[in-house]
């Protein structure tokens, strides 16, 4: 095979490698503990995650030239900083991490602007996530537990 010919094939598989799409990598927790006396809104939420990234690759309209990976763990409070060590440091690199309840997103929020990573959170309440200068890069799909309050009171208030 000549040098030209070499060059020729090289440059050819490299036009087909640009059309691939750029993997873009999420890392998430979940926790798995129904039943053991944890919360279990991990087991409601990643089904509902799977289907969003399935959604967003299938529509070329969305990322175009991207294609989103998860890559989970299953989330464990008193685990938390090693879940987000893990996370971190085994390939692929992630984009973005999410996190679920108050505790694990306590620890993965407080440390990720360290990494310039954003945390969504699913499924963390407590009021102390509304601190920005703390959680500066956290954001929430799940209300504070401050704005339930309100509703609460007024439900304990028709009871009585």
Not at 54 to 68: A, F, I, T
Not at 114 to 138: C, D, H, M, Q
Request: hydrophobic residues 40%; aromatic residues 8%; proline residues 8%.
């Amino acid at each position: 095979m000549s040098v030209l010919s070499w060059l020729v094939l090289v440059g050819a598989l490299g036009l087909l490698r640009a059309n691939d799409p750029v993997a873009l990598h999420i890392g998430g927790t979940f926790p798995m503990e129904a039943g053991s006396g944890g919360w279990a809104g991990g087991q409601a939420c990643l089904p509902a995650v799977q289907m969003a990234l399935e959604d967003v690759n299938s529509r070329g309209d969305v990322l175009p030239g991207y294609v989103l990976h998860m890559n989970t763990s299953n989330s464990k409070p008193g685990l938390a900083t090693q879940q987000l060590y893990d996370l971190l440091y085994t390939p692929p690199t992630k984009l973005m991490l999410l996190a679920g309840c108050s505790p694990v997103t306590t620890v993965i929020a407080e440390s990720a602007p360290v990494w310039k990573l954003v945390v969504i959170s699913y499924g963390a309440s407590s009021p102390a996530l509304s601190n920005r200068e703390r959680f500066p890069t956290l954001f929430r799909t799940h209300p504070s537990a401050n704005t339930q309050n309100p509703t609460r009171l007024g439900y304990i208030y028709l009871l009585c």
